[in-house]
């Protein structure tokens, strides 16, 4: 799949590209073999891969987008513990999907690309720390000047965002409270999908008990993350990204609003009332 992924997204010197290759993982026991593989595959073909080590998938996209590299990120996400997989990007963080490219990948792989080594040297494997970078970034995108002091509790789910929620919050206006934080891929404490209500009911309850303004709630890539308020009851989604929304469209009038497309419809009305498109 390395192999075929360098070929596909063309990060060959040779073939004009940018000659190397973004990897990150989550902290499943599975994920440090599968980056060695993918690497000895991309390396193959003549192109470098750049290990970014531990990171969330948000993490390898904004190293793909600052460095306009193509990516790969293993985890499995919010699935169980036994499961593991690829999430790929092209330089600058362009998705790879069934229909941009993840098919010819698929189809390279099973015609041998790995078998088909490129002509001259391997590629090289070097390490590069992005994580504070990511941190100044994030935190560069909302001007906190004058905020209250918050609590905040914070579920990381033993997944990734114990790894980038203490770089990314620090020094900010919050007093947080860390649960399973301690990386552990086999979640000892509860599945780290906090889309299903059950693993939200440990949150909930730290955040009733030490009467915190919020909670927040990460799978396991810390790609997705969940509110609850004060009272301990969940926050739409929608209500987020509507909030959100309006904030931005404060700070820059007339801009254009991505969502997703399984929001509820408060959150294209909300974009209109505030003059966005």
């Known amino acids: ?86 999430k790929l990007c092209r330089a600058g963080a362009a998705p790879v999907g069934q229909d941009t490219g993840l098919a010819q990948i698929r189809d390279s792989a099973e015609a041998g690309a790995a078998d088909r080594p490129a002509d001259g040297a391997r590629g090289t494997v070097r390490e590069r720390d992005l994580l504070g970078d990511y941190a100044e970034h994030l935190r560069g995108l909302v001007d906190l000047t004058g905020s209250r002091p918050l609590s905040v509790v914070v579920d990381a789910g033993n997944g990734m965002g114990g790894h980038t929620v203490p770089a990314v919050l620090e020094g900010l206006p919050l007093t947080v ?55 301990g009851e969940p926050v739409s989604p929608s209500a987020v990204t509507a909030l959100i929304a309006a904030r931005e469209l404060a700070a820059h009038p007339g801009a254009t609003i991505i969502h997703n497309l399984i929001t509820s419809w408060t959150v294209p009305e909300v974009v209109r009332e505030q003059g966005g498109t």
């Open 1 to 86: 799949l390395g192999a075929a992924f360098a070929q596909v997204v063309g990060a060959s010197r040779e073939a004009g590209g940018p000659g190397a290759v973004f990897v990150g993982r989550d902290m499943r026991p599975s994920s440090p073999e599968l980056v060695a593989a993918f690497a000895d595959g991309v390396t193959g073909q003549c192109v470098d891969v750049v290990d970014i080590g531990l990171a969330s998938t948000d993490q390898l996209y904004f190293a793909s987008g600052l460095l306009g590299l193509p990516g790969a990120m293993f985890t499995a996400s919010h699935n169980p513990a036994q499961y593991n997989g690829i």
């Open 177 to 231: 409270h860390p649960m399973y934080f301690e990386l552990d891929g086999t979640f000892p404490n509860h599945e780290a999908n906090p889309i299903d209500p059950e693993n939200l009911r440990d949150l909930q309850r730290e955040v009733l008990a030490r009467g915190a303004d919020l909670g927040l709630a990460f799978d396991g890539d810390a790609d997705r993350c969940f509110v609850v308020d004060e009272r």
